[in-house]
């Protein structure tokens, strides 16, 4: 992006290996059409009157046009150093107005010096005097705006160009940049409401069984360094977040004791799976929360995990009263929910997958499939 940067700048220094190939490039393309012209002048030989070899046809219009390629240099500089922009263009329009007459004078000078003018009907070249000076300017007048104008504006294409691709990259960045903000917020959101629902549920306890609270508090403590330590981390391995969810199981049952049943089924060809951080804890909260703490005896909390056409698939179902069980549980809410999903849409975009639906006994099921990424130890490990 740096290497973009500076060819945008005007005026900046280009590395030497860029003004190398903007060399080759500038000889390469004039001649070619040097050559080009040296063969239709070959072609309309018989036509005109005067014949040439293809070799000398060639060879003739291949000069004048390295010329061409001698003075579109000064031309790149003179567009890099004057571009023309929305609230920019009196100046360049006059810079390239007086650079063009100066393009001009320059080639009939070279072409003097050099000796290349020569006589249309003998073809023998014409001593270099004022008045021959005069007369080519005032046959080759269009020819040289023509040639400046289009060297011009093929210099302003690749500079527009090149300014094109760097608003893109630089739009591309802030994107990016943006997203990640948006998820370091969501994350930061995540800790709060975790850890307030724990204390919340550990201020219950403590008036009824004062040493399963404390227990509580010393293993929440735990559990918050678990947190903090990848709390830069988009994604983690689905082995560090499942060790985290079982630990946050842990509490609720010191909680809930015998009413909270866990039922893990983990295919062990998953663990290796990149999982946003801090994935399945709000969604294993919401169904405790909105399920198994609305049901007095206590109820199921099933947690699954398989790997299927190229998909991770994540199934939380879990028991809990009809009465509890939103009107539309396919949209959710909260900051649990709904977290989740602004999550998975910013690092997945529309290749996830997140129902919920009813159970006909009382409580819900989750589904959740996500693109199936291996981490990076378990790529380092299979290479």
């Not at 300014?163 to 990016?176: D, I, P, W």
């Amino acid at each position: 992006m740096d290497s973009v940067n500076r060819e945008a700048i005007p005026g900046a220094r280009r590395p030497f290996h860029h003004m190398a190939l903007l060399v080759l490039a500038v000889l390469g393309i004039w001649l070619l059409l040097g050559s080009f012209l040296g063969i239709q002048v070959y072609l309309n030989g018989p036509a005109t009157g005067r014949e040439l070899s293809l070799a000398s046809a060639v060879g003739m219009c291949v000069r004048r046009y390295l010329i061409y390629a001698f003075l579109t240099f000064p031309v790149l500089t003179l567009c890099r150093r004057f571009p023309f922009t929305s609230d920019r263009w009196i100046v360049p329009l006059a810079v390239h107005g007086v650079g063009a007459v100066a393009f001009t004078v320059l080639y009939t000078a070279i072409r003097l010096i050099t000796g290349s003018v020569v006589n249309a009907e003998t073809l023998e070249r014409v001593p270099s005097s004022l008045a021959t000076a005069r007369d080519l300017i005032r046959s080759s007048l269009f020819e040289q705006f023509w040639m400046y104008t289009s060297i011009v504006t093929a210099a302003l294409a690749v500079q527009y160009y090149r300014q094109f691709r760097l608003r893109e990259l630089r739009e591309t960045e802030l994107k990016r940049q943006m997203a990640e903000h948006e998820l370091q917020v969501l994350k930061l959101q995540l800790h709060p409401h975790f850890l307030f629902n724990t204390l919340n549920g550990i201020s219950t306890l403590m008036a009824r069984d004062v040493k399963t609270a404390q227990e509580m508090l010393v293993r929440l403590s735990e559990l918050l360094r678990v947190a903090l330590s990848h709390s830069a981390d988009n994604e983690v391995s689905l082995r560090d977040e499942l060790e985290f969810v079982k630990a946050y199981l842990e509490l609720e049952q010191m909680r809930f004791g015998e009413r909270l049943k866990v039922q893990l089924d983990i295919d062990a060809a998953t663990l290796v799976a990149r999982v946003p951080n801090m994935l399945i804890q709000p969604l294993v909260e919401n169904a405790i929360q909105y399920g198994i703490a609305e049901i007095r005896s206590g109820g199921n909390l099933e947690l699954t995990t398989d790997f299927k056409d190229g998909k991770l698939r994540i199934q939380i179902v879990n028991d809990g009263p009809l009465h509890a069980v939103p009107s539309n549980p396919v949209r959710g809410s909260g900051i649990g929910l709904g977290n989740t999903r602004l999550r998975l849409w910013q690092l997945y975009g529309d290749a996830y997958r997140l129902h919920m639906m009813k159970r006909p006994g009382g409580g819900m099921a989750l589904q959740l499939e996500i693109p199936f990424r291996a981490s990076g130890s378990a790529e380092a490990g299979a290479g």
